[in-house]
């Protein structure tokens, strides 16, 4: 073969060099891939997984294998529940893992966070235990709290603080503070009896806040039984006027007649359901004696004296009504003599009673007391209560004391 020339011989070189450099290069890329994909080199790369090369490409958690660096509390779909570690972590709680978490309510142990209050069986209840806590009230636990109305403490948040100034409280034993729906005339903001005083502690008829009677009765007599008598004399009249709407009675001169009364009226222990009402100013249970000439008490038993004189219904102008009113259980009963003296006096007086239902109340008002004569004022009159033998109070007797707005409570015991 003839020698190569010079160009040829060039060329050939530089393909083989080409080649050469071209194995170099595709050894260090092998060399560079195969470096990339060592496990452990902090770095997950080319085929390295989770499951290959954990330091590289961290733990699989949810495969099923709780490997690696995996923890109950990492991953708890393959290494489960830490429950009895000794620790409350990750989704652990009293319910679901007593071991470990110990505030759970009911697992017999008082832990932190729970109290008498809200879990009373693990801490026991807070009754008792001579502090007024969490939960406890006057009402629930007096043993911590005190008596509501007698532990200087304002219970319902209304201002006032136990009895008397305290409008729930009608004694110091009462168990709650709780005002009433209806206030008690003593605490609600009027002058029911028109004294110009308003309210506990300014209106001398008020004993205390919850009193529900203003008026200022002055106790004049007591009996045996327990009756207590007492005067008011007012310029509101409890009685009301019934001489135009009440039933007429026909009585004529020295007569009574018995008439129902409507509800159920206790007298000095005896429920009477009918009344006899005399001509002269005197009702009877359920009879009386219609004597015209009046004498001192005692005289005859289970009577009510409203104003026992000769009175004489048959004069023109003059009436004698009687009334039911209301409703259970505190209905009323009433009864008013607009009657002239005997035989024919000037003017006619105007005496009214009332029975209350329920608490048995006599009232007795005097809204006009004179005649126009010597008789003016109960001058001639007896006036009071009387049960049996030995039992009765007496306001006055031929005294000209029944003065015009006088009121006569009787309040049996």
């Not at 001489?243 to 001169?253: K, P, Q």
């Not at 105007?350 to 009232?363: A, G, S």
């Amino acid at each position: 073969m003839p020698p190569l020339s010079n160009s040829v011989l060039a060329f050939a070189i530089g393909l083989a060099g080409c080649a050469s450099a071209t194995r170099h290069d595709d050894d260090e890329g092998a060399e560079s891939e195969a470096e990339d994909e060592t496990c452990g080199d902090g770095e997950c790369g080319g085929g390295e997984t989770c499951a290959t090369c954990s330091q590289d490409c961290g733990d699989c958690c949810g495969d099923g294998a709780c490997a690696g660096t995996e923890t109950c509390r990492t991953c708890r779909q393959d290494c489960g529940d830490c429950c009895g570690n000794g620790d409350c972590g990750g989704g652990e709680s009293c319910a679901n893992c007593p071991e470990d978490c110990h505030d759970c309510c009911g697992d017999g142990e008082c832990g932190e966070g729970e109290t008498c209050a809200t879990c009373p069986g693990d801490c026991g209840d807070c009754c008792g235990d001579d502090e007024c806590g969490e939960g406890e009230t006057c009402a629930a636990c007096p043993e911590d709290c005190g008596i509501c109305c007698d532990n200087d403490m304002d219970d319902d948040s209304d201002g006032f603080t136990d009895f008397p100034d305290e409008p729930g409280c009608a004694s110091p034993e009462d168990e709650d503070e709780l005002d009433p729906a209806t206030p008690a005339e003593c605490a609600n903001g009027e002058d029911d009896d028109k004294d110009e005083a308003t309210d506990y502690p300014d209106d001398p008829g008020c004993d205390y806040a919850a009193d529900d009677d203003e008026r200022d009765c002055i106790e004049f007599g007591s009996d045996v039984y327990g009756y207590v008598g007492c005067e008011q004399p007012t310029t509101l009249v409890p009685c009301p006027d019934i001489a135009a709407t009440g039933t007429a009675l026909s009585l004529g001169d020295d007569t009574s007649e018995t008439v129902a009364i409507g509800f159920s009226f206790l007298y000095y222990g005896t429920a009477q359901t009918t009344a006899a009402v005399s001509s002269n100013g005197v009702l009877g249970f359920p009879t009386l004696t219609s004597s015209f000439a009046n004498s001192c008490l005692p005289v005859e038993a289970n009577t009510i004296y409203a104003f026992w004189d000769d009175l004489y219904p048959p004069q023109t102008g003059s009436t004698v009504r009687y009334a039911t009113s209301g409703s259970a259980p505190s209905r009323t009963f009433e009864v008013q003599w607009r009657v002239a003296h005997f035989p024919s006096s000037p003017e006619e007086v105007d005496v009214r009673v009332v029975l209350h239902e329920t608490t048995n109340v006599i009232e007795v008002c005097y809204v006009d007391t004179t005649f126009g004569d010597t008789n003016d004022g109960g001058a001639s009159a007896t006036t009071g209560i009387q049960g049996l033998s030995g039992q009765f109070i007496e306001y006055s007797c031929d005294e000209a004391v029944l003065t015009e707005g006088l009121v006569l409570r009787y309040e049996p015991p």
